[in-house]
């Protein structure tokens, strides 16, 4: 009798917590895709389209491939040139500078689900929804600097990436800049050179920030865990789609320093996929994976 008491509210808030995470993971992607059907041949066209996706990719994969897979867990070894563009295409995706995202990101590791991870929707005060809020984007409002000497040394050695740090206001310009020239030159029209603006840089860049947060907030509550990470790290299909293959956060968790997030066959990751591709052209060498030896002792999935 008490047990039934007992396991109802949280059955209750289960439910409560599900709901929060499909309005705010489903939504989004939705109403884009309604705007963008109900705005077809007025203010959005194939160009803008075009422009959009491929500004998402490149952006999305200097986020994925650049800040979090090289820079912050140097999972694979790469040229200067390779590592100077990483690090501009993700400063484009307006998340904050370089050293400053990997400082974050490091912390978040290393206090995963603690009261010092900067974005936990397990600590902190409220209920449910307010943690996942705050999780999702307060965090971004409230966080202090972290402490860049401590969380990254190694990275703030290297005079180039102090250097793309330091321009981050610039590269912000550019990949402003980019879809709105491309825009008017292809549309060949100044109403062009707006929409591509519109979509190629403001509403990219919003879906985008909100793809990458559901990395911290939705894959920190909802979704499986094959492996003991020590913390609340969840896989999340929809989001390892979206986010080019970070929502298979548990397995990141688990083997931070691996290249590749989605580990079984069926667990598309589009930036490991890009990565093979770049060692396949010398754009990337040293990729590093655990071991099947290691996956079957962790227990998780195979290959
Ligand atoms: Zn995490
Ligand atoms: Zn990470």
Redesign the pocket.
């Given at each position: 009798m008490s047990s039934a008491i007992s396991t109802q509210p949280r059955m209750q808030a289960r439910r409560g917590a599900q709901a929060i995470v499909l309005i705010s993971v489903i939504l989004p992607p939705i109403a884009l895709v309604t705007v963008m059907w109900l705005a077809w041949g007025s203010g959005f066209g194939l160009i803008d389209l075009a422009i959009f996706a491929g500004m998402y990719l490149a952006c999305g994969l200097g986020i994925t491939i650049g800040f979090?897979r090289y820079f912050?867990?140097k999972s694979f070894d790469c040229p200067r040139w390779v590592k100077i563009m990483l690090g501009v295409t993700g400063s484009m995706a307006v998340q904050g500078d370089l050293l400053w995202w990997c400082a974050v990101?490091r912390k978040h590791?290393q206090h995963s689900d603690s009261h010092e991870d900067p974005h936990s929707p397990h600590v902190g005060r409220g209920g449910r929804m307010r943690r996942f809020l705050y999780s999702h984007f307060g965090w971004l409002f409230r966080i202090e600097d972290p402490d860049k000497s401590r969380y990254v040394p190694d990275l703030m050695a290297d005079p180039d990436l102090r250097m793309i740090s330091r321009l981050f206001p610039l590269w912000v310009f550019i990949s402003m800049a980019i879809p709105t020239i491309l825009g008017g030159l292809l549309a060949g029209s100044w109403f062009g050179a707006l929409t591509g603006f519109l979509w190629g840089g403001l509403v990219r860049v919003f879906f985008e920030h909100h793809v990458t947060w559901s990395v911290n907030s939705v894959c920190h509550i909802w979704g499986q865990q094959p492996y003991d990470s020590h913390d609340h790290s969840r896989n999340n299909a929809l989001v390892g789609v979206l986010a080019l293959g970070e929502g298979w956060h548990n397995n990141?968790h688990a083997f931070?320093t691996s290249a590749r997030h989605g580990l079984a066959w069926w667990q598309f990751d589009a930036s490991w996929l890009v990565i093979r591709l770049m060692s396949c052209v010398g754009m990337a060498r040293n990729l590093k994976t655990p071991s099947r030896d290691r996956l079957a002792r962790a227990g998780g999935a195979d290959d």
């Open positions: 979090h912050t867990h990101h590791h990141h931070p």
